[in-house]
């Protein structure tokens, strides 16, 4: 199989499996700068992940762990995806996900207590350990994305040569009780009905890394609320954005729809989404 | 296993099942066949006989084919097994997956057999067409074109709407709505029925029903002809199943054991289905209450239930093992009694021929109290006060845990009789959940919301007078909040400014394109830029046009498709888009304080009515856009174009087919309130109390559906003329079969009131005063019902999703609203699934190479 051969294949699930959502959702298209970035995922992970992806023996692995039990009682099924390479006598576990690599080495803490719980889990339900794991972070680097824009091929090796999209995970020494308990808890928060935003100031606080290549720190607010629709209603979103209270005399709302409104893909959106066909439109009427 | 035996998971959790249930979980090969009444714990024999072949037969989930009608059905056998397979795990250790188990309703399973990749060539996945709901369906064939172009192939004459409703056993009408609705009860019934239009066009000589099968032809063409997309609805879902597992012989394999739940609900498609995966190692279950069949509507019909001991010899040359299951551990056994002695009440055999299984329910316990009672006024003003004032006692002499144990059941929410009753309830301080007695579009929060929409868009003129009451309604609703927010006035007047700016720079620029002689066709260049920027539109049109985002994306789009340059159409349009959609729209209206409060009821638990009012909105806003485009067009905005396709058709559709009120699948009642529910939407249920509010339920004559069906397929049947009658008296079984502790009978007497004469006999032996009640049997300690399911949690998309906002989590996960850009969620699904599809092909190479390794 040549590599040209397995690009030809890849780019050919990729656009079936493009045609298929597209179909399954109707118009909620991608936007074109989404579609190539989606498509670089993919490629680069074959590029760079090579050893993995031809070792893979089980794809898409669902876990569930019945059985747990909340601090209020109540009973609960714990569940994961996960891939898996199993060899002869060695069992590794990997986590794809869509994200930039800096930000996973920046919130480690989170993915350790996932994949350490995934692999808990796997041992309970099949009996044997896995002996290594990692998160795959499949997001090219923005060094990355830009020298691939502007056609540098010499820059696009250097860059390719230095992102490494797999982060390894450690066991941790500790017991996962700590995790357990809280995943429990969550769970009765939830079915408490416990749905209050966190407060501005968590908002403000830096949570993730830039991809771009300034690497720079991004705040919660511009990492999780912008695409948020519930920003518009949202209390601490009001304060953050405004830095007014929301419910004070002064509150301008009006501002504040401006501010909430620019999502910063627009034009994007608009581009990829219009419909030039207003006959299609209006066959129904 | 070793050392767990049944007994000792049975003793674990106090069950004592009797001598035929254990017999029907300890029986592990060949066709079985459980005729269960009400009450007798049919799904929980299936649970456990499902556990057994896993737990001490070493059968893999994967293996099992697990089986039901309905969403709620599905949620409890997949819960309930997997609760059970705990039990077993804590005892041993040893934790079972059922992730990949085949167990949930009929639909979900033939659409999961639809990506099965085995049944293809194991490597591809399988292009699955887009499933229709009900509610697409008829959005599909609404549509003037596809409407129009069915009628034509059917070639139905000069009225075809008024010959096509008039047929199928409506009064006659012209409306578009009304043939729809007729087409599609006609369409779903021929492919519940596996009917091939052309090869039954030769066995009828009615012109009509030649028009009908044709335009039926037309449908299923229409569903298929795009390539890039295919669309099915729910009941040729399982044909598109059907053909999958018969194209070659792995169909019969894929399964060890076919386990069916509620069989008496199966349509003949769905049987050939079972059959099928079953045909190769013959081991089906199916366990159903022919007296409990209740989905006729859907193309079902008891027959297949009545018949499937021949079926088993017939289709896999084997007897089937019958044990019937009968013994009622729910109700009190003069519940029991009173429904025995119903059912007796009519004739059941037609020409030598019975339709139904012979059987008398036993109650697990005798008991001699009085358990089925009347109230002593029969006019329907005061029994509703008598009825109303007994259960504001029961309620407060704490005879029940909660309000939500008390249901009051009626054959339909549309008679008067549950208006009075709820009046009376509420009068004593009551609340009432009727989660389909309203329809959506009536709410407070939808008339709000589509209120804003039609002064900020206008209001079309439409020829249907409810619904233009509805609109000026809609409107006043809204015009009253625009008086109240000053914020909200002024968001709404600029919202008009800007749509009216919109189409006047469109025609503005339009006229510019005219007079330098260019047409919509044109490339976009230098010259129709000029031609553009000296329109005098304003300056938000002009930065666009000369702007250096346009010029990428033409760049853009010339470096992808060089043969293709962009259009002045494009162009034109993009440049008088509005920069939000309909849902865009919805959530920015959600700051204001009318809207917002919604979501700050919601954020504490204090309440969640209108929050789910909401979230429906905004998936009907997004079913829109589905349909159209997100992006609103000024071309779009003008000559009333949107306002006819937004107000006129789509909400139009919504308010013609009534479509109910959110309702959330797991969670049914919410406490505190006492259900009103129609009998349907009780069954699989049980309350501790039922009152059953409408004792009148009249016979029809045979339905044109079942007679054309019949006449067609010529397969044996109910009699057409009694029908009917069946249907009435199962649904009232259903009914009464509800009541664990007392049974409330309404018979309303006197003007205009009639109670079926079924009700008198049983009444009359039956039936005590509720002044006389004796109220010990109500015992709110004494436990009945399945209890809490637990739910599955996922590590990223509940635990991760909650820590990072839970009120996010909310909105996306708890309620289900959908979102206005879907990019990350289709992104992600984008990368995976051709990561899985790459990794799924690696692996079939490296097997191949190995195959031929081997083979040389």
């Not at chain 1, 747990?68 to 995806?81: A, H, L, Y």
């Not at chain 2, 909310?810 to 051709?834: E, K």
Request: net charge neutral; charged share 30%; aromatic share 10%.
């Amino acid at each position: 199989m040549t590599e040209e051969q397995v690009l030809q294949h890849i780019r050919e699930f990729f656009d079936a499996n493009y045609r298929q959502i597209l179909a399954a959702g109707g118009a909620h298209i991608l936007t074109p700068r989404a579609l190539e970035q989606a498509r670089q995922q993919v490629e680069h992970y074959w590029k760079k992940m090579r050893d993995i992806a031809t070792s893979v023996t089980e794809t898409e692995v669902r876990l569930q762990l019945p059985n747990q039990k909340t601090p209020k009682g109540r009973t609960f099924v714990i569940e994961g995806v996960v891939d898996l390479v199993r060899e002869a006598d060695r069992i590794r576990m990997y986590d794809i996900k869509t994200h930039y690599c800096g930000e996973v080495a920046k919130n480690l803490e989170s993915y350790s207590a996932q994949l350490n719980v995934y692999a808990y889990v796997w041992r309970e339900l099949r009996g044997n350990a896995v002996h290594e794991m990692g998160v795959i972070a499949v997001q090219l680097p923005g060094s990355l994305r830009e020298a691939i824009r502007e056609g540098r091929i010499e820059d696009i090796r250097a860059e390719l040569e230095q992102w490494n999209p797999l982060v390894p995970i450690p066991f941790t020494d500790s017991s996962l009780d700590g995790v357990f308990k809280r995943i429990a808890e969550t769970v009765d928060k939830i079915e408490d009905g416990e749905f209050a935003p966190p407060a501005v100031k968590k908002l403000r606080e830096v949570a993730g890394a830039d991809s771009g290549r300034t690497g720079a720190g991004l705040t919660f607010a511009t990492l999780h609320c912008r695409n948020c629709d519930g920003r518009f209603s949202c209390d601490s979103y009001r304060e953050y954005a405004l830095n007014a209270r929301p419910r004070g005399k002064q509150f301008d709302l009006r501002r504040y729809l401006d501010i909430a409104v620019d999502d910063g893909e627009l034009d994007d959106w608009i581009d990829g989404n219009i419909e030039l066909d207003t006959d299609r439109l209006m066959s129904d009427t | 296993v070793t050392g767990l035996t049944l007994e000792k998971l049975w003793k674990k959790v106090d069950f004592v099942p009797n001598d035929d249930q254990k017999k029907a979980i300890g029986h592990v090969a060949g066709p079985l066949y459980l005729t269960a009444g009400p009450g007798s714990g049919k799904t929980r024999v299936l649970l456990w006989r499902t556990l057994n072949l896993i737990a001490f037969h070493d059968v893999s989930p994967e293996r099992i084919f697990l089986g039901t009608f309905t969403e709620k059905g599905a949620h409890q056998l997949r819960e309930g097994l997997r609760g059970l397979l705990a039990l077993a795990t804590d005892e041993t250790g040893k934790p079972f997956d059922i992730s990949q188990m085949a167990v949930g309703t009929v639909h979900q399973i033939c659409h999961r057999l639809l990506l099965r990749r085995e049944l293809v060539d194991g490597v591809r996945r399988p292009s699955v067409p887009r499933l229709l709901d009900e509610f697409s369906q008829y959005r599909f064939l609404t549509g003037r074109r596809r409407l129009e172009r069915l009628l034509e192939a059917g070639d139905f004459g000069r009225d075809p709407r008024k010959t096509i409703t008039t047929y199928l056993g409506g009064r006659p009408s012209l409306s578009r709505h009304e043939t729809v609705q007729a087409l599609i009860s006609f369409f779903n019934r021929c492919s519940e029925e596996s009917i091939d239009p052309e090869a039954v066009l030769k066995r009828t000589r009615d012109a009509t029903l030649k028009a009908l099968l044709k335009a039926y032809a037309e449908y299923l063409k229409t569903l298929s002809e795009d390539t890039d997309r295919q669309f099915t609805d729910l009941s040729l879902l399982q044909q598109h199943a059907y053909r999958r597992i018969t194209a070659s012989d792995r169909g019969m394999t894929l399964f060890d054991h076919v386990i069916v739940d509620e069989y008496q609900d199966t349509n003949p498609i769905q049987e050939k289905i079972y059959f099928r995966l079953a045909k190769g190692t013959k081991n089906i279950c199916v366990v159903g209450d022919d007296d409990q069949a209740l989905y006729r509507f859907r193309g079902a019909t008891v027959d297949n239930f009545l018949a499937f001991p021949h079926r088993c010899v017939e289709y896999l040359k084997t007897r089937a093992t019958v044990i019937p299951l009968v013994t009622n551990y729910r109700s009190r056994s003069g519940i029991v009694d009173f429904y025995n002695s119903f059912m007796q009440e009519i004739d059941w055999v037609h020409r030598g021929k019975p339709f139904r299984v012979k059987k008398v329910i036993k109650a697990h316990k005798r008991d001699k109290r009085s358990v089925v009672a009347l109230p002593e006024n029969t006019d329907p003003e005061s029994a509703a006060a008598e009825v109303a004032k007994f259960v504001k006692q029961l309620v407060d002499q704490k005879r029940v845990n909660d309000p939500n144990e008390i249901a009051f059941l009626f054959p339909s929410l549309k008679s008067p009789h549950v208006g009075r009753l709820r009046e009376a309830l509420e009068k004593r301080g009551l609340n009432v959940y009727a989660p389909r007695a309203n329809t959506f579009i009536d709410v407070e929060e939808a008339l709000q919301i589509f209120g804003l929409y039609l002064l900020i868009f206008g209001r079309p003129d439409h020829y249907h007078p409810g619904f233009n009451q509805w609109m000026e309604l809609a409107a006043d609703t809204a015009k009253t909040l625009v008086r109240e927010d000053r914020a909200l006035a002024r968001f709404v007047k600029d919202k008009q400014d800007e749509i009216t700016e919109f189409v006047d720079a469109e025609t503005k620029l339009r006229k510019a394109l005219t007079r330098a002689g260019l047409e919509d066709d044109s490339p976009f260049d230098d010259k129709a830029k000029a031609a553009l920027l000296k329109a005098s539109v304003p300056e938000k049109i002009k930065r666009f046009l000369g702007g250096r985002s346009l010029a990428a994306y033409i760049e853009h789009q010339r470096r992808r498709r060089p043969d293709r340059p962009i259009t002045v159409r494009y162009v034109l349009n993009r440049a008088c888009s509005l920069d939000w959609g309909v849902l865009d729209l919805f959530y920015h209206l959600t700051a204001f304080e009318a809207l917002k409060s919604a979501f700050d009821l919601a954020e504490d638990g204090t309440d969640e009515g209108p929050i789910c009012n909401l979230s429906l909105i905004s998936d009907y806003l997004a079913r829109y856009q589905e349909e159209t485009s997100p992006v609103i067009g000024a071309q779009f905005l003008r000559d009333e174009r949107f306002i006819q396709s937004f107000f006129s058709s789509y909400l139009y559709s919504i308010y013609r087919l009534g479509q109910g009120e959110y309702e959330d699948k797991q969670d049914p009642f919410p406490k505190g309130r006492i259900p009103f529910l129609t009998i349907h939407q009780s069954k699989g249920l049980e309350f501790r109390v039922v009152v059953l509010g409408n004792l009148r339920k009249d016979f029809v004559g045979p339905r044109k559906l079942d007679e054309i069906a019949a006449a067609l397929v010529g397969r044996r049947s109910e009699p057409l003329e009694l029908v009917s009658k069946f249907d009435v008296m199962r649904m009232y079984y259903v009914a009464l079969s509800r009541a664990a502790h007392l049974l409330v009978l309404c018979p309303y007497r006197g003007r205009g009131q009639r109670v079926n004469g079924e009700f008198e006999a049983p009444m009359e032996k039956h039936a005590s005063s509720l002044a006389e009640l004796d109220l010990s049997a109500v015992n709110p300690k004494e436990h009945f019902g399945q209890g809490e399911i637990p739910r599955p949690y996922s590590f990223t998309g509940d635990y991760i999703s909650y820590s990072i906002c839970p009120r996010r989590y909310m909105l996306y996960r708890r309620y289900n609203f959908a979102p206005s850009r879907t990019q990350t969620t289709i992104f992600g699904n984008l990368v995976h699934q051709t990561i899985e599809d790459l990794h799924l092909w690696l692996i079939a190479q490296r097997n191949g190479t190995r195959t031929q390794e081997a083979r040389t």
